[in-house]
């Protein structure tokens, strides 16, 4: 079994910066994406970026474009997510995934591992 572990979430103020951490854990798991994701209350989880492991090519939803940036660290077989410039409108529950096999990665349904979440809360 494979756990992701997020870390890295907190309160700040529009302009600001946060770093999120996503950790696996369990049995060697590198997979073929690590996707971040969010959800605001009443509202879907929506797409925000995604690598993929072994190239390491990655993929922005258009907010989050210019300002967040997506890395990973194979040795420690964690992903990142630097945001920075952050908005009001970021403030959500932002959510690490990984996906096992090659496929579509901006669709949740298509991971197969999640984290149990960070709240990210960007004041005004």
């Known amino acids: 079994q494979v756990q992701l572990v997020e870390s890295g979430g907190g309160l700040v103020q529009a302009g600001g910066s946060l770093r999120l951490s996503c950790a696996a854990f369990g049995r060697t798991f590198s997979g073929y994406a690590r996707g971040w994701f969010r959800q605001s209350p009443g509202k879907e989880r929506m797409f925000v970026a995604a690598i993929l492991w072994s190239g390491g090519e990655t993929y922005y939803a258009d907010p989050a474009k210019g300002r967040f940036t997506i890395s990973r660290d194979g040795a420690r077989n964690t992903a990142y997510l630097q945001m920075n410039g952050l908005k009001p409108e970021d403030t959500a529950v932002y959510y690490c995934?990984?996906?096992?096999?090659?496929?579509?990665?901006?669709?949740?349904?298509?991971?197969?591992?999640w984290g149990q979440g960070t709240q990210v809360t960007v004041s005004s």
């Open positions: 995934a990984a996906r096992r096999a090659i496929g579509l990665i901006t669709t949740p349904g298509q991971y197969d591992y």
